[in-house]
């Protein structure tokens, strides 16, 4: 079965169909460029061409969102546009693409779907699924279950908002080598870690298929860290999959 998932970024937005029986997108996404400003209005417009890509849609669309979801309503906005505080955005993307769309974080879709079909697979005691990019995204599993909307790229580290100073895009825009942001997160990671104590933390976000360039490089962290099985597709993965879970679909 096919269901289509779309993952809000603050730099793209990127979307196509899923195969959940496997775990992998079924055709090459289609990605776009994240509106800038990111208001509601033009990020939901953004959504559609992604959407509309691939066809009309068929089913229920998943959409992810960089921020806490709470039904569907978007409750922060660190990295778009404020007039998404308080938004009913699966109302407006659904009206947007013509079909319902379930909403979730982004990071907590990217967790569904690694302790699905990736590196969280089988694992029970406490997982991190991190998520670096233009912020860092977190989610948190126990036992198998999710605690949803974490937001954990937002801890107090050094004085600092911590995906200000861990995430890709600092990385980037600082011109940070690997060794040196490495030292970054590998602080990051160790903060994390002494609030939590996970068994494993799973490294995603575009940067994860770079992870023999930094993992190595990684210290004062006593948990197991490994790379995102699906790398930069498990948002989209997770998206579908929430949409699915939520609602009945027709095959594509």
Do not use: C
Not at 225 to 239: D, H, M, T
């Amino acid at each position: 079965m096919n269901v289509f998932g779309v993952d809000i970024g603050g730099s793209g937005i990127k979307g196509a169909p899923v195969d959940l029986e496997r775990g992998e997108i079924a055709e090459e996404r289609f990605k776009v460029l994240t509106p800038r400003p990111a208001t509601p209005e033009a990020v939901a417009e953004a959504v559609r061409q992604v959407v509309e890509h691939f066809g009309p849609p068929r089913g229920s669309v998943g959409a992810t969102f960089p921020g806490v979801v709470v039904d569907g309503t978007t409750r922060t906005a660190a990295n778009v546009d404020k007039g998404w505080i308080g938004q009913d955005a699966a109302e407006l993307l659904g009206g947007a693409v013509g079909v319902p769309v379930t909403l979730l974080n982004d990071a907590d879709a990217a967790g569904l779907a690694e302790m699905t079909y990736g590196a969280g697979k089988g694992r029970t005691g406490t997982v991190i699924v991190l998520t670096f990019g233009t912020g860092i995204g977190s989610a948190v599993f126990t036992g198998g279950r999710l605690v949803p909307n974490t937001e954990l790229g937002h801890l107090e580290l050094r004085g600092h908002d911590a995906e200000t100073r861990a995430s890709t895009r600092a990385k980037d825009e600082e011109g940070l080598n690997w060794d040196r942001w490495a030292k970054r997160v590998g602080r990051y990671l160790a903060h994390v870690e002494m609030l939590f104590s996970p068994e494993l933390f799973v490294i995603g976000g575009g940067v994860s298929r770079k992870a023999e360039k930094f993992l190595p490089l990684l210290e004062g962290v006593s948990a197991e860290v490994v790379p995102a099985r699906l790398q930069n597709n498990a948002g989209i993965v997770g998206a579908a999959m929430a949409a699915a879970a939520a609602a009945p679909v027709v095959a594509a």
